[in-house]
Every structure is written in C-alpha cells, then in structure tokens.
C-alpha cells in the first residue's frame, strides 16, 4: 500500500488522482479530520496527523510498503522530512519517492536546495529503497503570477525548462508503481527552455488577450512576497533564485522524464490551452 504525504498540493493531489486512475487506492495523510483532498475523500484511505507530531507517524505507516513524500517548503521542512524517514526506516518500508527540487546540493546559495539536499542524504543513509524527482519551475506557479494580462518576474532573459506539475505526478506514480527506479534520482525538465518572454507570447496565443512579461526589480519581488505572507526566509530564496534564473539556473533540458513517462512531456503551449480561461482571467487563479 502506498502512503501520500503532501496529498491537498498541486503535485500531491495529481500523484492521488494518478494512482487512482490506476485502480491503486492509496493512503493520504492529512492535519484536518475534514477531507482536504475533496477527490480523494471517498476513494483513498485517510489517517489524520501532524508531521510536526513525529509520534504519528508510526500509525500513518502501519502496513504501508512505500511512500510519497512532499512537504511545504517551510523552515519547519527539513525537520518534518527527516522525522518521516527515520519513522520509514524504523517501520521497514521499501520505498520513498521524494520530491525534491532543480540542483539541490549542500553548497547551494538556495536555503531550500541545502535543505532538500541534507533530506535526500538522509533518505539515501536510510536503508529504505529512495527516489529521488528533481523539478524547476512548474507550468503551474504561472497560474499564481499572470494578472490581468500581465507576468511579473525578475528573471529578465533567463531561459526555463518548466514543466507541467502533472509529468511530476506522472514519474512519482512510475516509480511507485513499476520496478526499476529504487536508487535513482531524476531531473524531470520540460522540452523546452523558455525566456518570461517567450512565455508571454505562449500565453498569448491561447488566453485571448494580449500577456506582457513586466519585468521587476528584485527588492519589488521581495516587498510583493513579504505583503502576501511569505516567511522572510522563503522571500528571499525566491529573489535570489529569480536572480539565478536569469543567469541560466534552470535553463537545462534533460531526458529523465522520458524514463519515467510513456508519453512525451507537456510544452507549455498544451498547458496555456488547457488552462486558458484561467490564465486570461484578471485575477490569479488558486492553485
């Protein structure tokens, strides 16, 4: 049986349908005794905890053979990620698949790719079964950022290699699923690497208005994160990594997708058709 951690997020909640639709009825663990994950709410099994509350953990895995782990990038994210796998190895569980994210290394300028890399040598020190998916940019934070026609960012010409959230789901429901991938760790990209600009003129051809890429400073950046409740910490990860983008951070396109999927990955001009109401719409959609 499979145990998804992290199951209401863009990601999560996609690995839950994913399995579903593959007759795998998984378990999700939730914080609130009411159904966050309204898709799941009569199909999945549900076990209410509190990752901040270790001692949960033991019932949330009990007859569980692998997991999916997917935490919020929090400063409480390290903490919660190697409580579930020191609860993992305790508990015998064969296989964690943990979403991690684009080059996280310990030396990395980025808090959260130090933390997400210190979580993976824990998981890979665990003795349980790991693999590792490490994504850029999902399709969908544009669903967050297109206002009214416009697409802020301070990455000015860096190039992108986002990628659908649903191809993340999609590789995490491989490697939970088929043999072959324990031991592995995977940059999933998408198939091409875009400027902001670019996106815009993408945008523009599916949403039915005119998009413009805006570009802002990144102490702009910075006092917009901060207003709409951003920890500090996180603020400032986020300008710098639009910094990065800038200068070709994640401007890589690999083929580890292909490894994990049987159908070519998403372009964003799929995505922008499929999602073109709510990306022409004058407010940010909730994602």
Known sequence: MILVIGATGTVGSEVVRQLLARGVRPRVLERNPRPACPRAAHTADRVIGDLDRPECLPRALAGIDRV???TRQ?????????????????????????????RAHEESPLQIARQHRTAERALERSGVGYTVLRPPFFMQNLLRMVRGGVLHSAARDGRVAMIDARDIAGAAVT?????????????????????????????TTQVGR???????????????LLAAGT?????????????????????????????????????LLRFAHEHRALLGADEAAVV
């Open 175 to 203: 490697a939970l699923t088929r043999p072959g991938h324990t031991g592995r760790t995977y940059t999933l990209t998408g198939p091409e690497a875009l400027t902001f600009d670019d996106v815009a003129t993408v945008l």
């Open 231 to 267: 920890e500090a910490w996180f603020a400032t990860d986020m300008v710098l990594l639009h910094e990065m983008l800038a200068d070709g951070y994640e401007d890589l396109i690999t083929r580890d997708l292909g490894a994990l999927l049987d159908v070519p990955p998403r372009p």
């Open 74 to 102: 929090t400063s409480r994210q390290l903490d919660q990620e190697l409580a579930v796998i020191e609860a993992a190895a305790a508990a015998g569980i064969e296989q964690v698949v943990k979403l991690s994210v684009f």
């Open 210 to 224: 005119p998009v413009r890429h805006v570009r802002v400073p990144p102490d702009g950046l910075r006092a917009g």
């Open 68 to 70: 999916f782990l997917l």
